[in-house]
């Protein structure tokens, strides 16, 4: 009995991919490790490899083929023993044999290869792990959270299995299928030169998150304007220190620290709207937008308030060239405590910018520009900048919000303090 191969879910938020590329062909052979397929999913371009051995007899799914369901089988594989001895058809001798007898063990492993991919959770976090090491988890019970994953993405793969101790096994959950979108009214060009652009995964993603957080997520917007002047001159001085060394800071890597801190202090933006509620979080974990080509993406850096500036500048730098190239793992874009949005490097003076749920904030940054600025006692031309926080109402309250931007702008116009 071929082995079906399904669709994999690559991130916790992916519901369906493009199959963009065949690595294989009919005929070939494969074995545990060997890379399948490209697979596009809602937010890079991911090699899918498979945990099985044997011979590809079909390719379910063509190349190209975008909207494939998570689960949905996209290629059979004949085991390498298989083929010596089929397993019969249970329908030979329906009255004289119980079904469980008919079927040889081999055919029963391959219907258990086929299981869902679902990710299994253990302590909370979500648990990546191969159909057939999760068959064998469940026989020697072993907690697959307590299995430190070698596969792509930190997947567990049957080889990490060895010498695993047993414990209380998980049962993977069943996977809730997302209901369709409303079909989308079509727009009438008329006489006007145009072309129709297809979607992505990601900007489809894009636009059903944003939607869901507009419509779901009560914002509330508080806007300071800060004087810049002192962190460009601090960002100068330590960029003349850190030349040996190869590295620049930007002044978003510097609002990153403040923003980190000020969550720290404040921790009551630090949190998630989870229904009746809360999640506080210990530590500041700083989403950061980036703009790639054909969306964004919001690589992390995880517990900014506690590294240096020098190091922020050095993890940003590395991670946005990665998620340009669409290189990020799942854990490096997916989580986070807060948003940083920057638009100041457009000449965007001011903007409000969408709550990443479940997420409580984002803050939008606009150019810093020389304006009219009452410094002391007197009126000067200062270099100053806007800053938006916007806040989900349901789990901030305003005063908290105002805290939070006031400790933020207090330590972007006193950044020394950043650096004790």
């Known amino acids: 009995m071929p082995i079906e191969i399904k669709m994999p879910a690559l991130s916790p938020t992916m519901e369906e991919g493009t199959l963009a590329k065949w690595l294989v062909k009919e005929g070939d052979t494969v074995k545990s490790g060997d890379i399948l397929a490209e697979i596009e999913t809602d937010k890079a371009t991911m090699e899918f490899e498979t945990i099985d051995e044997g011979t590809i007899v079909k390719l379910s799914v063509p190349e190209g083929s975008d909207g494939v369901k998570v ?4 290629a059979l594989l004949q085991g ?10 249970a329908e030979a001798k329906p009255k004289e044999q119980p079904k469980a007898e008919v079927a040889p063990a081999k055919a029963q492993v391959a219907e258990e290869k086929a299981a ?20 064998i988890a469940e026989q020697q019970g072993v907690d697959l959270g307590q299995v ?6 930190g997947r567990v793969v049957k080889a990490d299995l060895a010498g695993a101790t047993p414990g ?10 997302a209901p369709p979108p409303p079909p989308a009214a079509p727009q009438e060009a008329g006489d006007i030169p145009s072309e129709t652009i297809k979607l992505s995964n990601m900007r489809k993603t894009i ?3 944003l939607t869901e957080s507009k419509q779901q997520v009560p914002h509330i917007y508080l806007t300071v304007d800060i004087l810049l002047d002192p962190l460009l001159a ?14 620049k800071l930007s002044v978003n890597d510097l609002l990153i620290k403040a923003q980190a801190l000020a969550l720290t202090e404040v921790p009551a933006c630090n949190v998630s709207f989870a229904g009746d509620t809360l999640i506080q979080y210990k530590r500041a974990d700083i989403s950061v937008a980036v703009s790639i080509p054909g969306g964004l993406i919001t690589p992390i850096i995880a517990g900014a308030e506690a590294k240096t500036v020098s190091t922020i500048a050095t993890e940003a730098k590395e991670l946005a060239g990665r998620a340009r190239e669409g290189k990020l793992q799942p854990h ?5 405590t807060a948003s940083l949005s920057n638009m100041g490097m457009f000449g965007i003076k001011q903007f409000e910018a969408v709550i990443n749920p479940p997420q409580g904030m984002i803050l939008a940054i606009g150019a810093g520009e020389k304006r009219p600025y009452v410094v002391g006692d007197a009126l000067q031309i200062a270099t100053v900048m806007s800053a938006t926080g916007s806040f989900d109402h349901r789990a901030i309250d305003g005063a908290d919000g105002a805290k939070f931007m006031a400790a933020f702008k207090r330590l972007v116009e006193n950044p020394l303090g950043m650096l004790a």
Not at 148 to 153: L, N
Not at 168 to 177: D, G, I, L, V
Not at 234 to 246: F, H, P, S, V, W
């Open 80 to 89: 390498e023993d298989e083929g010596d001895a089929p397993a019969p058809k």
């Open 207 to 209: 636009a059903k998150r």
């Open 116 to 135: 869902s991919t679902a990710p299994v959770k253990s302590e909370g976090d979500r648990v990546k792990a191969s159909p057939l090491a999760r068959r």
């Open 148 to 153: 430190k994953g070698s596969g792509p993405g």
């Open 234 to 247: 601090l960002r100068e001085q330590l960029n003349k220190g850190l030349e040996a060394r190869g590295i």
């Open 71 to 74: 689960g949905a089988v996209i």
């Open 168 to 177: 209380a096994a998980q049962p993977a959950p069943k996977a809730e299928a």
């Open 332 to 336: 490096e874009y997916q989580g986070g």
